[in-house]
């Protein structure tokens, strides 16, 4: 089971050493900045390294949002920044599921989300794969809750996508744990990636604050649970730098084996 980190972009390789990291994940530019990637020194050096590579899209990407001044510059970003994640070999562009304005504004939300597949595939394609992430907060979101994410997937399952499953999302965002594997397969079909992390708040609590594996809300076995049975590789968002992280990544290892 491959096991990783989300790190700091300057040095990558680096840090996954520092932490014996499998995979990574790291932004292409500031996450809270409408920005364009450039181009990477080190763009080779990742591509052709042992350790799998993921690109966390930025944050302010809402391609759901029924405001054109939003979801054009969103849908925009999404594919600049899948460009710039195939420059560095990724194997998935990880992009939060977004949220409306209104709760009424749901079924547009999901249709803003098919259009800019049905865009992209008149298009050839994103250049990287999209994995869509669940979040945690927020009444209006197309994939906090499951029962809004299987209306999301109805409008977009038959373009390529992916998902990717985060553990402290879930349970902030009010869905249990127990048997959410086989509850987001039975919606998605798949998961790619996890994102393995604990929650410094309580359930449906709507509050996304990531804590290390054995000092957040969640019973850290919960999580080894999760990614057994996912079979995904996972990849912690922990605080604490390489040593916080590596000692997530050592608790998992230790548990999985
Ligand atoms: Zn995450």
Redesign the pocket.
Known sequence: MRIGAHVDPAEPLAEAAARGADLIQFFLTDPQAWTDPKDREDAEAIRTAEIDVYIHAPYRINVASSNNRIRIPSRKLLFSHAAGAAKVGAKGLIVHGGHVEKADGLDAGFDNWRKTFAYAAEQGGFATPVLI?NTAGGDNACARRFDNLARLWDAIGDYEVGFCL?TC?AHAGGEDLLDIVDRVKAITGRIDLI?A?NSRDGFDSGRDRHDNMTSGEIDPELIVAVIRAAGAPALV?TPGGAEGQGADITYLRERLA
């Open positions: 992430e985060d999302h994102h992390n968002e």
